[in-house]
């Protein structure tokens, strides 16, 4: 079945620690692919997006994220987390019918 | 950068009633828009996909008589709630995108509308 996987429901990393938020497709063909972060009660906001070209996509907020075709990944990363960093981070997989599907999100706690 | 608001940010409303949440562009036409659902500590769900002018496209399992969407506007949509229950307790959040086809091309989410049905 088509989905969209992020297999971590909760990272705790401590600040200034590196991050890495994976995330999973199952579509045939390569999709669009979306980083998104959400704070408590707020909307989403986009990351980073990868369409097509280098595979490594450099994000706002120090955020990269490399599209593996053979491992069907599109994780997310940064060298060095900061405690404004925690919230749910969603992936999504853009279909070429116009619509967007998120994965489950991943919860980033980060340690003072 | 593109603007997309919500109104109200938060409600409470008692069964039975109607409640309506207005999505707006602010800085750009919004040919398409979107709405989701989104329940605690889980990913958005897409209910719906509008056109300006054109009738919604809901999603399998979205009742459409419950969930009216209007798009009149390239800057408004609006999400109506009739005759609510408790189980549509639930953060909506919309976005909008300025293309037609491809939206996620560009597309921006707005802060989201929480609804409490008591």
């Known amino acids: 079945a088509q989905s969209v996987t992020q297999p971590d429901i909760h990272i705790t990393v401590s600040e200034g620690a590196s991050l890495e938020l994976r995330c999973n497709y199952s579509?045939?063909?390569?999709?669009?692919l979306f980083w998104y972060v959400q704070s408590p009660g707020q909307g989403l906001q986009l990351l980073l997006k990868y369409f097509s070209g280098d595979t490594l996509v450099q994000g706002i907020k120090g955020f990269e994220a490399e599209f593996k075709r053979s491992q069907s990944s599109f994780n997310l990363r940064k060298p060095s987390v900061h405690w404004s960093d925690a919230a749910e981070y969603f992936c999504?997989?853009?279909?070429?019918?116009?619509?967007?599907?998120f994965g489950a999100g991943t919860r980033l706690t980060v340690k003072p | 950068g593109a603007v997309v608001s919500q109104h109200p940010s938060r409600v409470i409303c008692k069964s039975g009633t109607s409640v309506k949440i207005e999505c707006r562009s602010l800085?750009?036409?919004?040919?398409?828009m979107f709405w989701y659902r989104q329940f605690p500590k889980q990913s958005l769900m897409l209910m719906a996909t509008?056109?300006?002018?054109?009738?919604?496209?809901?999603e399998q399992g979205v009742e459409k008589d419950k969930f009216l969407i209007n798009h009149a506007s390239l800057t408004l949509s609006t999400l109506t709630v009739t005759s609510a229950h408790p189980e549509d307790s639930s953060f909506y959040i919309c976005?909008?995108?300025?293309?037609?086809?491809?939206?996620?091309?560009?597309?921006?989410f707005g802060p989201g509308t929480r609804l409490t049905v008591t």
């Open positions: 579509y045939g063909a390569t999709p669009y």
């Open positions: 976005s909008a995108s300025p293309n037609l086809g491809l939206s996620f091309y560009e597309q921006y």
């Open positions: 800085d750009f036409q919004a040919t398409t």
């Open positions: 999504a997989v853009g279909l070429n019918n116009n619509d967007m599907r």
């Open positions: 509008s056109n300006e002018g054109s009738k919604a496209t809901y």
